[in-house]
């Protein structure tokens, strides 16, 4: 009979278990395994999900490289977000803090204190903080039917579903829980990741983390020597996006993927080894 | 005192005829179209404006620099040269530049809170949590210090009954060294987005702060000849020399210098080895931008005014006028050039974003909002034009004076 092993989000969610992220010695990090990723995107459904995105938004990205000439070319996937940057640029020139670092390590965002001057965005060297340009979910308000007199618009099916006519449509109650979370957000001011906060003040990983089917984002708190993360960052080398822009990410990337090979050289060390 | 009452204002006004009305017809029309672009961005968000979350900053912050370095340029570069070090060259200047600068800062503030996303809660945000270390939070203190300085400074120098001089100086200095350190800082918000090397850093303080003095020259230059040529006060009060020779030396000075820094700034990007500043430059002087950015900012507004105020047959008080106008229209778009060029550049590969570059043009509120700016300057400016004598020198000059046309000889003051 074989022992049950953990999987490594149980692993994760137990090291969260045990730690008390208003202690101030906690540095949450993510580590992005490029060999495990397949860059199926569902880290990024996951997380407008759960952050109620509407199209054109997204806390959860992407970047792609290609090199070589067609058909010799290759194709390099790399997933983002928010890099909780540890001299966070973004913070630094908020005029108001509407940006700061808060508890874990994390740049946390104050939406009430946010006066939409778009300084974050322009500072940012990573382009991922996105502006409300607009109250979200405006379709929600409409009043025109697809079909007239044969399908509901989406105004009376909000009636319908006995929402009151203040809440917006998709109003999340488990982003209430910290202080500066807010169930719903509305046009004027910017918005970006932040580590899923509200899951973690409830024990929960990132639902980016969570929903990643090939366990390629490690999350842990990197000043914990026992962590998932540092066990990762012990076996491999890790890099940082912009590392030259001197903004200390939190989220680094191990493995870079490389799918193919080719002849072997001669001078190829520890090749029989 | 030299308040004109609001009944000769408005005999003034009167008195100006079919070209007053107008005049103040077109800056009503300019004010009504303003209040719709801002009540649309009000109403609808920032929707309504041209941006996207790869350029966050378009024509309404360029023209917000634009207005704050006008206002900067005019009392570095010439009322603080006669309210701080005593010169008495531009004294027939300084209650209209005074003005100028306080309405012209007026109508950069209102730019910028028309395209902010929460403009009612700014200032209350700016008091109650202040952040030190960010630029714009320094710029705005500054800026407001600076505005009441100017408010002070036209106090003293329209309404107070022989003024202390120690007064008028400590609010001259403050005048002087707000401006100063304002746009150093505006210059710093720029500079210190070290993701966008387009701005060129430290560079961008020292360029901005040494073009603010060409478009506040250029500025108080055009007004002033645009009113010797509508009224005859003005004509006695300022003589044609400083408009020709004085001035016209001095903004072809700031023409030269201005299109030097420009140079230098295009050329390091040109040749940088950084592979996405290069393209930005690139893309701003040679691709779709290059009619406005290049042609009218450089060409128009830099080459044309310095040759105009470098040869002695243009250097009349046309040739003046036209080049303050150009240089104005120049640096308007030169200011959308700096702001744009360190956002054309995409900064990541995002398949779900533009890249390698990306594009922008202003929205019709935007638009809206820029006529705004002009008009507010315009009506303010008008409006003080009708109540207060602008022709009149400082105080302490007036009783050293005698002669109205002796403003060409510097003379030396008390406090000298």
């Given amino acids: 009979m074989t022992e049950a092993v953990d999987s490594l989000d149980d692993q994760m969610a137990a090291e969260l278990d045990e730690t008390d992220l208003q202690d101030e010695g906690v540095d949450l990090s993510m580590v992005i395994d490029l060999q495990r990723c397949t860059g199926c995107g569902a880290c990024n459904i996951g997380c407008a999900q759960e952050n109620n995105l509407q199209e054109g938004q997204a806390y959860s990205s992407r970047i792609i490289e290609t090199n070589g000439k067609f058909p010799n070319v290759s194709y390099e996937y790399t997933p983002t977000l928010c890099n909780q940057c540890d001299d966070a640029p973004c913070a630094e020139g908020c005029p108001t803090k509407a940006l700061y670092k808060g508890d874990g390590g994390i740049t946390m965002h104050d939406h009430e204190k946010c006066i939409g001057c778009k300084a974050c965005m322009v500072n940012c060297p990573y ?143 520890g090749l029989g080894d | 005192m030299s308040r004109l009452g609001g009944e000769s204002a408005l005999q003034r006004a009167r008195d100006a005829g079919p070209r007053a009305y107008a005049w103040i017809g077109l800056v009503a029309l300019g004010l009504l179209i303003g209040v719709y672009g801002a009540l649309l961005t009000l109403i609808e968000g920032t929707t309504v404006l041209g941006l996207s979350d790869q350029v966050p900053w378009g024509i309404l912050i360029s023209t917000y620099v634009f207005f704050a370095l006008l206002s900067t340029g005019i009392c570095i570069g010439i009322t603080s040269l006669s309210s701080v070090f005593g010169m008495t060259t531009f004294e027939p200047l300084v209650k209209r530049g005074v003005l100028l600068s306080l309405f012209t800062l007026a109508a950069g503030g209102l730019v910028i809170m028309a395209g902010l996303g929460q403009p009612f809660r700014a200032i209350p945000q700016m008091l109650l949590s202040p952040n030190p270390s960010a630029p714009m939070w320094w710029m705005i203190v500054l800026y407001s210090v600076y505005g009441g300085a100017l408010v002070a400074e036209f106090y003293l120098l329209d309404q107070a009954e022989q003024p202390s001089q120690r007064l008028t100086l400590a609010v001259g200095v403050v005048a002087l060294v707000a401006p100063i350190l304002a746009g150093g800082m505006l210059g710093a918000i720029f500079g210190t987005a070290e993701a966008r090397p387009y701005y060129g850093g430290i560079f961008a303080s020292v360029y901005l702060l040494v073009t603010a003095v060409f478009s506040g020259v250029a500025l108080l230059t055009a007004v002033t000849i645009v009113e010797r040529r509508l009224t005859d006060a003005t004509a006695t009060a300022v003589d044609e020399t400083l408009l020709t020779g004085t001035l016209a030396k001095y903004l072809g000075v700031l023409a030269g210098v201005t299109l030097l820094l420009t140079a230098f700034r295009h050329a390091y990007g040109l040749v940088a080895t950084n592979e996405a500043l290069a393209l930005a430059h690139e893309h701003m002087l040679f691709g779709t931008h290059s009619a406005w950015a290049l042609g009218v900012g450089v060409g128009l507004g830099m080459v044309v005014p310095f040759a105009l105020l470098a040869l002695p047959r243009t250097r009349t008080v046309g040739g003046v006028f036209t080049a303050s106008v150009l240089a104005l229209v120049g640096l308007f778009a030169s200011r959308l050039e700096f702001v744009l060029g360190g956002q054309v550049v995409a900064l990541t590969n995002d398949p779900s974003h533009q890249f390698p570059l990306v594009s922008y043009a202003p929205s019709v509120a935007e638009i809206a909002i820029v006529v705004f700016g002009f008009a507010l300057l315009a009506f303010l400016y008008t409006m003080s034009r009708l109540l207060f004598d602008l022709d009149e020198r400082p105080d302490h000059a007036a009783t050293d004076m005698t002669h109205p046309n002796s403003t060409a000889t510097p003379e030396v003051t008390d406090d000298d």
């Fill in chain 1, 127 to 269: 382009d991922e903080i996105t502006l409300n340009k607009e109250d979200p979910h405006p379709r929600w308000e409409e009043t025109d039917a697809l079909i007239e007199n044969g399908t509901a618009s989406p105004k009376q099916v909000k009636e319908r579903a006995d929402v009151d006519e203040n809440a917006p449509a998709y109003y999340n109650p488990n982003r209430e829980v910290g202080e500066h979370e807010h169930p719903t957000r509305y046009k004027g001011v910017v918005e970006k990741c932040n580590f899923c906060v509200h899951r973690l003040n409830e024990g929960e990983l990132p639902r980016c983390v969570e929903e990643c089917p090939c366990e390629a984002r490690i999350f842990g708190d990197l000043n914990d020597p026992d962590s998932k993360v540092n066990e990762i960052l012990g076996k491999y080398n890790p890099d940082v996006l912009k590392e030259e822009q001197g903004t200390a990410p939190s989220v680094k990337y191990v493995r870079d993927y490389n799918g193919g090979g080719y002849e072997q050289g001669t001078g190829e060390a």
